[in-house]
């Protein structure tokens, strides 16, 4: 069974989006928030900042 995903509420920058991620994935943040950064500058910035707002508006806060 997966843990549900939440917003990270300890863990956050802008809105704890990548936060959540990390914690329910039980991944580093730091290294996730780099990955991120670098696939959304590499593939073009509007997909990854779309994708970013939409977890935003969709995830629950814990």
């Known amino acids: 069974m997966r843990n549900k995903l939440y917003k990270s509420r300890n863990d956050k920058v802008l809105s ?20 991120y950064t670098a696939v959304t500058l590499f593939t073009g910035f509007f997909p990854g900042l779309i994708l970013y ?4 508006m969709v995830m629950p806060e814990r």
């Open 16 to 35: 704890g989006v990548i936060g959540g991620f990390a914690e329910a994935y039980d991944f580093d943040t730091t290294l996730l928030r780099i990955i």
């Open 53 to 56: 707002i939409v977890a935003m």
